[in-house]
């Protein structure tokens, strides 16, 4: 992506975003993936004002803003692709001044890279990104608990090790 940002809306948009951004990963029980879990990145901030939304959605010419019924406004980028091509390299270059938004966008990184190269797809590179996202937004709310996540992809790992090929079938 070629960051044409000028640099006092990009140092602008990286304080905000220290501040009230997150970068977050998510698991999605998906039973046609080879762990049983759609493995997913996020980032988001959300605001009452819109304004600041729209810039982070020019500026990152990515993502999607959506409002909510109490006026909120969430600007959100899900799309790997994104995440790789726009978010990770503006918050590269107008990067952040907290320590733990430094680490948080750092561990994202290393976990958007792992995917990237597929290792989701695999109960190892399950156990790798458990063990990132342990250190990632204190610990934050998890929905699944590691044991469930790993106790899942051992149970479909077996179950594609049991289901005869193709050929067998016929």
Known sequence: MADNTPEKIGWYLAGFADGEGSFNLSFRPRPDYPTGWKVSLCF??????KVIL???????????????????????????????GNVIPFFKKHHFLSAKKKRDFLKFCQLAEIIKNGEHLKEEGLKKIL????????GGKRRYSETEILRKAKESSETIRQTPPEEEMI
């Open 131 to 138: 063990e990132i996202r342990r250190e990632m937004n204190d």
């Open 44 to 49: 988001n901030v959300s605001q009452k004002d």
């Open 54 to 84: 729209t810039l982070f959605k020019r500026h990152l010419k990515c993502g999607e803003l959506r409002g909510r019924p109490d006026g909120v406004w969430y600007y959100e980028v899900n799309n790997l692709n994104a995440i790789l």
